[in-house]
């Protein structure tokens, strides 16, 4: 057994013989002027943080992350990025980093993409993809695997042009790759088929103008079109005997909806628009709130209204409340009463000092990494979907900040219980309610499609062949 003055002795034999121990310092793998690290820099990453992660104290692990700096350099820094690097795909793909295990392999199997699309990531420069690409490494890399190769951008405007394109898919919802359906967010699959119809068409100005032409000026008709998707999917799914598919396997509405270009899915969700602004406008004056039932209202999101700069934020609690709204603004908020009673979705409605409605916005809660609750803006639209104004904006700022402070989470965590109470019965009453609701969705359907008889005999035969699987 060796004791602590036997240690201490050979420490004095090794001094006699070597001369004076000395601590020594790692040899950095990369220095902070380095090229590499001046280019993160120019894209708005913290090079520090990015030169520590590289500069591990193991020296292999500093070996193999510095070679990260050309074998893959847009994936660097999201392992020192202060929101990703805690993430566990993050970790994943940094330990087979340090370990010297097949990236493209690890990256393909953590992304479930295929490994040709991490090949052709690997070889971009970040000076081309660009900051907000490379802090969604999950979303860029979904996008790769989505398009065709000759549709994949080649130039730092390309990947500029594929960016805006990806956000008019609303594609947000699968940034971090965990394919969560937020509320009144188009389905997975319809937003990939939506992208890549976007990609496919180019990025040159020829291209632009097509699009322009398409969308008759106006490019958000496209991120517009996820209720008129959301709308179809109730009720083309009513053809389905089953309740659900998997997840790798396309559902019987977005089979449907890939039947029709995107410019007729462009025309139809404007014409539907159209019809339900009618249908809410015929029923505006009869509608009245049923206080007895309890899909008629819902807890407010902001328990009093909030009023600054002449303008004033509520919440709508009730169906009369969304009707009515719709029916102000000719927009389609009147239909989000069922994502309202479920507690998916909560609509504030910003007015001027009069009460004239100037603007809807949709807003969910989502719990936060440091698990307190806090409010996310789905959409915010003015009269017919256009684009609210400053003011309108700068309010709803204000009704977020609101909802985010730590004097309200009492409040959203009463709200969030009370839904989960009323869960049960209200999936009961929802129910009940489908055959009355189908109806109606048939009837606007009728007006939107251009081969409604020949879209029932497709629904009716993709069913059959479903239920025969």
Not at 47 to 56: F, Q, R
Not at 158 to 175: C, H, I, P, S, V
Not at 386 to 395: I, R
Request: glycine share 4%.
């Amino acid at each position: 057994m060796i004791t602590n003055a036997d240690s201490a002795a050979n420490d004095d034999c090794m001094v006699a013989v070597f001369g004076p121990l000395r601590l020594v310092k790692a040899t950095p793998f990369i220095t902070k002027g380095d090229d590499r690290i001046e280019t993160y820099r120019m894209l708005g990453f913290d090079p520090h943080a990015i030169w520590v992660w590289v500069n591990h104290s193991d020296p292999v692990f500093r070996r193999n992350r510095g070679q990260l700096l050309d074998s893959f350099p847009i994936l660097v820094p999201i392992f020192s990025h202060h929101l990703l690097k805690e993430a566990l795909w993050v970790r994943d793909i940094e330990i087979s980093i340090d370990r010297g295990n097949p990236l493209i392999e690890t990256v393909a199997r953590v992304a479930h993409v295929r490994p040709a699309s991490v090949k052709f990531l690997a070889h971009q420069h970040p000076s081309d993809v660009g900051f907000e690409w490379m802090t969604s490494a999950m979303a860029v890399l979904r996008a790769v695997n989505i398009l065709p190769e000759c549709a994949r951008p080649k130039s730092a405007n390309e990947w500029t042009q594929m960016r805006a394109f990806w956000d008019l898919a609303d594609q947000d919802g699968t940034t971090y790759g965990d394919l969560y359906l937020g509320p009144r967010m188009m389905p997975v699959f319809i937003r990939d088929y939506v992208f890549s119809q976007l990609c496919r068409n180019g990025y040159s100005k020829r291209a632009a103008a097509r699009l322009n032409e398409m969308t008759g000026g106006n490019k958000n008709v496209i991120f517009n079109a996820r209720d008129y998707f959301d709308f179809v999917s109730g009720w083309a799914n009513c053809f389905s005997m089953r309740e659900k598919y998997s997840f790798t396997v396309p559902k019987l509405s977005t089979s449907f909806l890939m039947r029709y270009s995107l410019s007729e899915l462009i025309r139809q969700s404007e014409k539907w628009h159209v019809e339900i602004v009618k249908h809410v406008s015929e029923n505006v004056e009869r509608a009245e709130p049923n206080e007895k039932s309890p899909l008629s209202s819902w807890p407010p999101l902001l328990q009093d209204s909030l009023e600054a700069n002449g303008l004033r934020a509520i919440s709508l609690v009730c169906d009369n409340d969304l009707i009515v709204e719709g029916a102000r603004l000719s927009h389609c908020v009147g239909m989000y009463a069922n994502s309202c009673v479920a507690g998916t979705s909560h609509i504030i409605s910003i007015r001027d000092e009069a009460g004239i409605s100037l603007s809807t916005a949709e807003i969910v809660l989502e719990m936060s990494e440091q698990r307190y609750w806090q409010a996310k803006v789905i959409q915010h639209r003015g009269m017919m979907d256009e684009v609210p104004s400053p003011a309108c904006t700068a309010m709803l700022e204000q009704v977020v900040e609101k909802i985010d402070s730590p004097a309200m989470q009492a409040w959203l965590i009463d709200i969030q219980a009370t839904h989960t109470q009323r869960s049960a019965e209200i999936s009961k009453l929802l129910a009940a309610a489908e055959d009355e609701s189908m109806v109606i969705k048939d009837i606007i359907m009728q007006a939107v499609l251009p081969d409604y008889d020949e879209a029932i005999e497709w629904l009716c035969r993709e069913r059959k062949a479903r239920d025969l699987e």
